[in-house]
C-alpha cells in the first residue's frame, strides 16, 4: 500500500476531534484517507493508517463506521476499513490487517523481540524433564512422538531441536500482527502474540507469549475468561468459558471448554477437554475428557475416553514426579479408574476400577483391566466383540473438526491394521506361552502384574483368532478386487506386493501407523542431517499415503504364514480357505457385537422408564425415548454389513470356482 503524509487540513481536523501525535510527521495515511473517522486518538512513534470506506454491523443489528476512536497507538500499522474503539490503554508495536474490528481492550503490546511461543520447551510425560519438547507453528502429532519418545537416539533429537530453533528464530520479531477479519473484543491484556486471518477473541482474559494460528478456511475461536500462556494455537481451535492453558501446544479441531485447566502438554488434533485437568500429557489426535474430577498426567494417550474422575499418579514420595505411562490407542477409562504409572495399556483396552500394580497388557490388546478385590485381572480381546468399539471406529471420522486444508497430522483412523493385528499375533504367542508354562488346568494365570483366568484366556485366544482372520481376509478381498484374473497365474499376479516396504513390525506415531522400517529410515535421514522440516513432514505425509500398499506387503507376509508356503507355491484351495474364514470371521464378530448391542433393549435397560405406570407403560416411553431394538440405526448396519460380507464372500467364493 502507498502511503502519504497528513495535510495541514487533516492534523487540523484531527486534533480537532480530539487527537494527538507526539510528531504529525511521523504519521503516514493511506492516499484516501478521511481525517473524520479518528476522534480521540493519540499517537506515538511511526503509525500507519489506512482508508476507512465500510460500515461494520454488529450483532443485533447495529451499524458503525470504520475508524479509529478513543485509542492510543505507538508504532502500529493499521489496514484498510478496520474498527478501533475503546482501547482502555493502548495498542504498541503491530501490523493490524484489514476489516478487523478491535473494541474495549486493555493492552495489545509487543515488548521487545519475541518468537511468538515458537520454541517454548514444554516439558510433557515427565514432570521432572528430560522429554522437553520444543513446540512451534507446523508441530504434527508423528513428529512431536519422534521428539518426546525416541530419546535413545540423542543425535538425532539434537538435529531436530536444531532446525526447531531456527524455525523459531526465524519468527522472531518486535513487530506483532493481527491478520484480516480479526474480532478481538471485550479483552484484557494481549501481549507478545501473533493473530492469523478471521480469528474470534471474545471476552478473553489474556494471552502471553503465543501464536493463534487462524485462517479463514479454520478460523479460531476464544472466548471469555480465557488465559493462555507460552502457547502454540493451532487453526480451528476453539476455546472458551475460563478455560487454563499454560506452555502447551494445541493442535487442530481441538476444543478445551467449561473452566478446562491445561499444563506443559500436547494436544493434537480434534482433542476435547472439559471440567478437568491435564498436567504434562502427550494427548495425541481425540484424547477426549469431559468431566470434572479427571486429571490425566504424566501420559501418552490417543483416540481416549477418560471416564469420570479417572485419574493416574506419577509420584511415588520418593525421586519425585518423574513416573509416566501410556495408553496406547483407542483405551477407555471408566468412571473413578485409577492408573499407578509407570503401567503400559494395550490398544483399544478398558480399565475398569483401581490398579496399583504397573500393569503392562501392550502385547494383548482389546482387553478388559478389571479391579477385583484389589488385584488387577485382564480378559484378553473382550473389547474386539463389543458394540461400543465399533461405535468408537465409526464416529471418530465423522468427528474431524479439521476444516484447514493443510492438516498437520495424519491419522489413520482403521480400528484394525498391521500395528494391532501384530499385538493379537503376538497376544496368541502370549496365552499359548502361558498355557505351556503353567498347564491348561490352570484356574488363574499371572502375566506382567495383572491375573488372566482359564476361561478368558481361552475366549481370547479364539476371539484373537477371528480378528486376526477379519483383518487378512480383508487385505486379500481388497487386493483380489484390484484387477480381473482367471487363471491362477493372474491371481498370483494381482496378490503380488507393490512395494517391498511393510514387512516386520508397525508402529503407532500417534495416529499415524507406519512400517517401523520406514520410521527408522526417517529417523536416520534426520540424524544425518539430509532433511529440513518442511521434508520431514513430506515423508510422513507420504508413508500415510502409500499405508494400503504397505499394509498389503504386511498383510501377505502373513497369509504365507497361514498358508505354509509363499505365494508363489499357494494353491487356489488355501485362498479359498482364507476368503471362508474371513466370512466366518466377520459374520462372527457381528453377530457378537449385535447381541451386545441387544443388552442396551434389555428389561435392566427399561429401568427407570414409564415411572407411574406399568411394565407395558414402560416398554412404550422406553421405544418412545431410545426407539426398538429393530430400528435403531447402528443394529441396522450391523445387520446390513453381515448381509453385504456375506454376499461378497460368496461372490469371491464363486469367482474363485472359475479359476483354471
Known amino acids: 500500500m502507498n502511503y502519504r503524509s497528513l495535510t495541514a487540513q487533516e492534523i487540523a481536523q484531527l486534533e480537532a476531534t480530539g487527537c494527538s501525535a507526539t510528531n504529525w510527521a511521523d504519521v503516514e495515511v493511506a492516499q484516501d484517507f478521511e481525517a473524520q473517522y479518528v476522534h480521540h486518538t493519540r499517537f506515538s512513534g511511526h503509525n500507519k493508517i489506512g482508508a476507512f470506506h465500510r460500515e461494520i454491523e454488529l450483532p ?35 501490523r493490524i490487517g484489514n476489516n478487523t474490528c478491535i473494541e474495549n481492550v486493555n493492552a495489545i503490546l509487543v515488548d521487545g523481540k519475541t518468537t511468538f511461543g515458537n520454541g517454548v520447551r514444554v516439558p510433557v510425560m515427565n514432570e521432572g524433564g528430560g522429554r522437553e519438547i520444543p513446540i512451534f507453528n507446523e508441530l504434527s502429532a508423528s513428529l512431536a512422538y519422534i521428539l518426546t519418545l525416541y530419546r ?84 480451528g481451535v476453539e476455546i472458551g468459558d475460563s478455560t487454563l492453558v499454560d506452555k502447551c501446544f494445541v493442535g487442530q479441531g481441538t476444543i478445551f471448554d467449561k473452566h478446562y485447566s491445561a499444563g506443559e502438554s500436547l494436544f493434537f488434533s480434534n482433542c476435547q477437554g472439559m471440567h478437568g485437568e491435564a498436567c504434562a500429557i502427550f494427548a495425541g489426535p481425540y484424547t ?24 493416574q499418579s506419577n509420584h511415588m514420595y520418593k525421586l519425585g514426579p518423574i513416573h509416566q505411562g501410556v495408553a496406547e490407542r483407542g483405551s477407555k477409562t471408566t468412571s473413578d479408574s485409577y492408573l499407578l504409572w509407570p503401567s503400559k495399556i494395550g490398544a483399544f483396552s478398558l480399565v475398569m476400577g483401581r490398579h496399583t500394580h504397573h500393569a503392562d497388557t501392550s502385547e494383548l490388546p482389546f482387553s478388559y483391566l478389571i479391579e477385583n478385590q484389589s488385584e488387577s485381572y485382564l480378559v484378553p480381546g ?43 499375533w503376538r497376544g496368541r504367542e502370549v496365552l499359548n506361552e502361558l498355557v505351556a508354562l503353567s498347564g491348561e488346568n490352570t484356574e488363574v494365570y499371572g502375566y506382567r502384574n495383572c491375573k ?5 484366556l481361552h475366549h481370547g485366544l479364539e476371539l484373537y483368532t477371528i480378528g486376526i482372520q477379519k483383518f487378512l ?71 500415510h499415503a502409500n499405508y494400503y500398499s504397505y499394509e498389503w506387503t504386511w498383510a501377505l507376509e502373513h497369509l504365507e504364514q497361514v498358508w505354509g508356503c509363499k505365494l508363489k507355491d499357494v494353491t ?4 479359498k480357505r482364507s476368503v471362508t474364514e474371513w466370512k466366518e470371521a466377520v459374520v462372527g464378530l457381528d453377530k457378537m457385537v449385535y447381541n451386545d448391542a441387544r443388552k ?36 441396522k448396519a450391523v445387520l446390513e454389513h453381515i448381509e453385504k460380507k456375506t454376499e461378497l464372500g460368496n461372490k469371491v467364493l464363486a469367482q474363485l470356482a472359475q479359476v483354471k
Open 288 to 311: 477426549v475428557t469431559h468431566h470434572k474430577s479427571t486429571l490425566l498426567i504424566a501420559g501418552m494417550f490417543s483416540f481416549m475416553n477418560a471416564g469420570s474422575g479417572s485419574n
Open 452 to 456: 488372566i483366568r482359564n476361561s478368558s
Open 152 to 235: 535413545h537416539r540423542p543425535k538425532m533429537i539434537h538435529q531436530l531441536e536444531q532446525m526447531i530453533d531456527a524455525y523459531a528464530e526465524a519468527q522472531a520479531s518486535e513487530v506483532g500482527y493481527i491478520g484480516d477479519n480479526v474480532r478481538i473484543l471485550n479483552c484484557g491484556s494481549i501481549k507478545n502474540v501473533r493473530i492469523g486471518d478471521c480469528a474470534e477473541l471474545i471476552g478473553v482474559s489474556r494471552l502471553k507469549n503465543g501464536t493463534v494460528n487462524s485462517n479463514e478456511a479454520a478460523p479460531v475461536r476464544l472466548g471469555s475468561g480465557v488465559k493462555c500462556m507460552d502457547f502454540i494455537i493451532s487453526s
Open 600 to 635: 442396551e433393549f434389555d428389561l435392566n435397560s427399561q429401568t427407570g422408564f414409564g415411572v407411574d405406570g406399568d411394565r407395558s407403560q414402560a416398554k412404550a416411553d422406553f421405544e418412545e425415548v431410545r426407539g426398538s431394538f429393530e430400528s435403531n440405526s447402528f443394529v
Open 572 to 575: 487356489l484351495e488355501q485362498i
Open 382 to 424: 473382550a473389547n474386539l466383540r463389543t458394540v461400543g468399539t465399533i461405535r468408537d471406529a465409526q464416529k471418530w471420522p465423522k468427528r474431524d473438526n479439521r476444516k484447514d486444508p493443510n492438516k498437520l497430522d495424519q491419522i489413520n483412523f482403521n480400528l484394525l491394521s498391521p500395528y494391532t493385528v501384530q499385538k493379537m
Open 60 to 94: 443485533g443489528g447495529l451499524k458503525i463506521h470504520s475508524g479509529i476512536y478513543n485509542a492510543t497507538l505507538h508504532n502500529v500499522e493499521v489496514g484498510d476499513d478496520c474498527h478501533l474503539y475503546n482501547i482502555h490503554n493502548y495498542i504498541a508495536n503491530y
Open 473 to 543: 481376509g480383508n487385505s486379500l478381498i481388497s487386493r483380489l478386487g484390484k484387477a480381473e484374473w482367471h487363471t491362477m497365474d493372474e491371481l498370483r499376479k494381482v496378490l503380488q506386493p507393490d512395494s517391498a516396504v511393510g514387512f516386520g513390525a508397525w508402529v503407532d506415531l500417534a495416529g499415524l501407523i507406519a512400517p517401523r522400517t520406514e520410521v527408522t529410515r526417517l529417523d536416520e535421514d534426520i540424524e544425518a542431517g539430509k532433511l529440513t522440516l518442511k521434508e520431514i513432514q513430506e515423508r510422513l505425509v507420504t508413508i
